[in-house]
């Protein structure tokens, strides 16, 4: 099936099960422990040896010499995996270092053995035996130090590197208000629960590996390209995953060096990724160095915007899109952005939730702020100023497909009760706490992705839906099975789901904020097709069935779906593609953050008293589990403001804080009541669901919010994220 034009009425709309609060299908699974994660698969990969990971111990230069006798002569040693005996390798197009490193090694923990044993302790015990001699050279670690040394990167999902409008320089001169400002913001760490991990075993040349990623697809054809293998011949399972946030989007070195280690050893093995190893080993969200020059008139109108960006990478790597935001979310005739991306010798930068509009948001939400103050311009009416419902770089003729910010923060406000700050900075006191209310708008993009399903009925009259998509924790499972109970007239318990498996047809996967609007989409499509085969076999044309309590119904006629089906069964299969409107309207979703933090007065300690926040994306399919999803981004906001940062040692090129211990994240204590409303939205023109993606929307401008409620607390006025105590203090005694 094909979307090309405006969905106009479909099954969806009946709202029977679609858009109704409903607990996850896989939350009973989930805490009696029967939901198995890839590490625990000992029904499907009984007598599994165990790998550890034995990293590198510089960020670049050469393996001079490798010593592996003491470790082979370990207790319970059953192989060791080096570049030296792997075979030959490749790298999987979306890599952009080896996953196994050797004799060159590109960054610090990048993997150069795997110790395979018979227990996990033998494993790793044996893996400290292992000796390497290095060849260091010198490497590049400061991205402050490298600015000026920034190239204009390759093209990505962000789109070109540089834009351009109007005549921004000369708008900017002319402007009566201006704000010109830099922001930074650190090298951050997914810090997902789950670990990277799986169980790789082989049947002749055949590859399973139950492992936790993503995107499926994606990983399937770069673990065939490293291999040197047919992809026909690999298996991907990964039904449940404890977290990713784009950090397994990609194929890993766990699930490489399982697939290596159990062909050395000739039994199945299991590689998870030591917590203190994921940071430097994996991918981690790039620091951000952001210039942003606003020119308005006297009201606040902005007539000037510019925001420019530089992040590092490796070499091959790609940039982190922080100005994307700003292409989109406000009016000015002259604009322009830039990204510059810096080669770097530190582990590999990659997508981390909301990758761009996160951090971007971090250095726009805050200069608005400064904007409004110049201006002397409530922050909320400033925003609405400068709303604008066309793509401002393109101009009229690319109209937003639906865009109701103004709805989020108008209906925002008055639900936090924003009426109620004191504009001036530093007037609200509570005890010994300095109290201040901020805010910040919220944008992330609307991406769809090709997806499909198979969908069928059995001989009971039951609907199962496959497809390789898969549930990071997010409530895929539920909103499929939502949409096949829609489309097939069925209670939701009479619905089956099953993901994660290569096996299925290909679907979107989890990731850039696409999956539920576009897996369920591919649901859809399979769903109208089975509609189709069903009303054909019940004679019935198939524009005029109606399906409802488990029949086909036309007129006052009706058969059981089970009878339809028979005892072999019905099944269909076909998936959603897009045509141009994506590029006919700018599509996004939006919304509005609200913060109260309290500041104390002695110890610069920081709280957050309240939240709140207003969005809109489109229909919502199960509110229950999209308001998780917008209340776990805000706390990852929270994070981003005030605490989360992984230290780069400049001189040896590593994250120092790579464990749980040390790289902060908020916890329950941090996080009080978080109040969200979301704002009617039906969209069109993004998929039938008429729904867009909202995962990520919630992180987006939440760490902004924070830190303008702490300036309206302090007056002081940070702009080197995290906003830490020590920079508290050392701005109070300035």
Known sequence: MKFDTPAGPNPIDKGRVIGIPHDRIDGAAKVTGTAVYAYERHD??????????????????????????????????????????????????????????????????????????????????????????????????????????????????????????????????????????????????????????????????????????????????????????????????????????????????????????????????????????????????????????IGADKDGVIDAIAHEVWSGDLPGGGAET?????????????????????????????????????????????????????????????????????????????????????????????????????????????????????????????????????????????????????????????????????????????????????????SAGSGGQWGANSSTAGVYAAAMALRTKLAEKAGYPADQAQFEDGLVRMGNQSQTLASLAGAQGLWVEDSMEYGDLDKKYAQATFGAHFCEVGVDMDTAEVRIRRMGGAFAAGRILNPKSARSQVIGAMTMGVGAALMEALDVDTRFGFFVNHDMAEYQVPVHADIPHQDVLFVDELDDKSSPMKAKGVGELGICGAGAAVANAIYNATGIRLRDYPLTIDKLLKAQAA
């Open 322 to 506: 922080a100005a994307q935001q700003t292409r989109l979310l406000y009016r000015g005739e002259n604009r322009m952005t830039a990204h510059r991306l810096v080669t770097l010798n530190l582990p590999e930068g990659n997508a981390m939730r909301a990758p761009g509009e996160a951090v971007g948001l971090l250095a726009l939400e805050v200069a608005m702020d400064e904007l409004a103050e110049a201006c002397g311009v409530d922050p909320v009416e400033l925003r609405i100023r400068n709303d604008v419902q066309f793509d401002p770089e393109a101009g009229p003729q690319r109209p937003f497909s639906s865009r109701k910010l103004v709805e989020c923060l108008r209906a925002g406000a008055d639900r936090f009760g924003w009426n109620k700050r004191n504009p001036k900075p530093g007037q609200m006191r509570d005890g010994r706490w300095m109290v201040g209310m901020g805010m910040a708008s919220a944008f992330r993009n609307n991406l769809t992705e090709k997806s499909g399903a198979r969908t069928g009925v059995d001989g009971m009259g039951k609907v199962i839906v496959e497809t390789d998509m898969t549930d990071i924790g997010t409530g895929s499972y539920t909103i499929i099975a939502q949409t096949a109970a829609e489309m097939l007239g069925v209670d939701l318990d009479q619905v089956t789901v099953r993901l994660g498996d290569s096996r299925f047809p290909v």
């Open 44 to 293: 499907a990969a009984p007598n599994a040896a165990y790998g550890w990971i034995v990293g590198s111990a510089i960020a670049k230069g050469r393996i001079a010499a490798m010593d592996l006798t003491a470790a082979e002569a370990s207790p319970g040693v059953l192989g060791i995996v080096t570049h030296a005996n792997a075979g030959k390798l490749s790298k999987g197009n979306m890599n952009t270092a080896h996953l196994l490193g050797g004799p060159q090694i590109e960054h610090y923990e990048q993997a150069l053995a795997l110790v395979v044993a018979d227990t996990f302790e033998n494993a790793r015990a044996a893996a400290a035996l292992v000796r390497i001699d290095y060849a260091p050279e010198d490497g590049k670690f400061d991205l402050a130090a490298e600015r000026l040394n920034g190239v204009i990167p390759p093209q990505g999902f962000g789109g070109p590197a540089d834009t351009k409008a109007g005549d921004f320089d000369g708008a900017f001169a002319k402007a009566s208000v201006k704000v010109e400002q830099t922001y930074t913001t650190p090298d951050q760490s997914h810090a997902m629960m789950e670990p990277h991990a799986s169980i790789a075993a082989w049947n002749g040349d055949k590859l399973t590996l139950w492992t936790s990623n993503q995107m499926i697809a994606w990983s399937v054809g770069d673990i065939a390209k490293t291999l040197g293998i047919p992809k026909e011949n690999i298996r991907f399972v990964s039904p449940y995953i404890g977290g990713g946030f784009g950090s397994k989007l990609f194929l890993r070195a766990d699930a490489l060096l399982a697939a290596l280690g159990a062909r050395q050893v000739g039994r199945p093995v299991k590689v998870a990724i030591a917590r203190p190893q994921i940071p430097n080993n994996t991918t981690h969200r790039p620091a951000t160095i952001q210039r942003i020059r």
